[in-house]
């Protein structure tokens, strides 16, 4: 049973216009969420996280925003480059535990 | 800057050998984790370690193993490699105290090809 899910495995943007990854989550008791985002060949790097007593956290061209009531969290980034072309994963936890349950990844690619 | 490093990139070894990949961390962290990636799968945890020579199992430990005898390093054992068992393999840690203490640091990853 997928906890987090991100139903889209691919999305192609052009460079300067906004991407939209969308995650998706089934457990109500998941207090934090992060985006990781993967290059291939390296491991995957921490990007951007938002804990659930907040909606929006941004960050220089990235923001994620969380709706609890929809178990929808999603990445915005705005203006799109091309080496923003990875694959990102969404991650959740829990209270009282150190593990992330990770969705299945979507790669995003920007092109000029 | 934390450093995760994995003692090989790629590696190939045949049905039935026993391997081990192995994992070390330099900021002194508590949690180490051992994740292994697969298309269409995301990230899936095999073994977590939380403490030296604490260990607990994730949601795919069937075949693998693991040892932690120091804070340091944490290694995952194939004792029976399986061509089952190709894949990406994926070592993070992370600590227990501090406002981020939910991020994990990867390293970067072993490919790990079973013929």
């Known amino acids: 049973d997928q906890q987090v899910k991100q139903n889209s495995p691919s999305l192609s943007v052009q460079e300067g216009r906004i991407s939209i990854l969308n995650c998706d989550y089934t457990n109500s008791m998941f207090d934090y969420f992060l985006w990781y985002k993967k290059y291939p060949a390296e491991g995957p790097t921490f990007l951007i996280s938002?804990?659930?007593?907040?909606d929006k956290n941004e960050d220089g061209r990235f923001t994620v925003f969380l709706n609890k009531s929809a178990k929808h969290l999603s990445l915005h980034i705005v203006p799109s480059q091309p080496g923003d072309s990875a694959v990102y994963f969404c991650?959740?936890?829990?209270?009282?535990?150190?593990?992330?349950?990770f969705g299945t990844g979507t790669r995003l690619q920007v092109f000029p | 800057d934390v450093k995760v490093t994995q003692s090989s990139r790629y590696l190939v070894k045949r049905t039935g050998e026993k391997v081990f990949l192995e994992c070390v961390q330099d900021m002194d962290h508590e949690n180490m984790f051992w994740y292994r990636q697969d298309p269409g799968l995301g990230l899936r945890l095999i073994y977590f370690?939380?403490?030296?020579?604490?260990?607990e199992k994730g949601d795919i430990p069937e075949g693998y193993s693991v040892s932690r005898e120091k804070k340091e390093r944490f290694s995952l054992i194939l004792e029976s490699a399986s061509t089952n068992q190709t894949s990406m393999y994926l070592c993070a840690s992370s600590s227990i105290r501090g406002p981020n203490s939910y991020e994990q640091y990867f390293g970067p990853g072993t490919r790990l090809t079973v013929t």
């Open positions: 938002i804990s659930s007593i907040k």
């Open positions: 991650a959740a936890s829990g209270k009282n535990t150190d593990k992330l349950i």
């Open positions: 370690s939380y403490d030296v020579k604490m260990k």
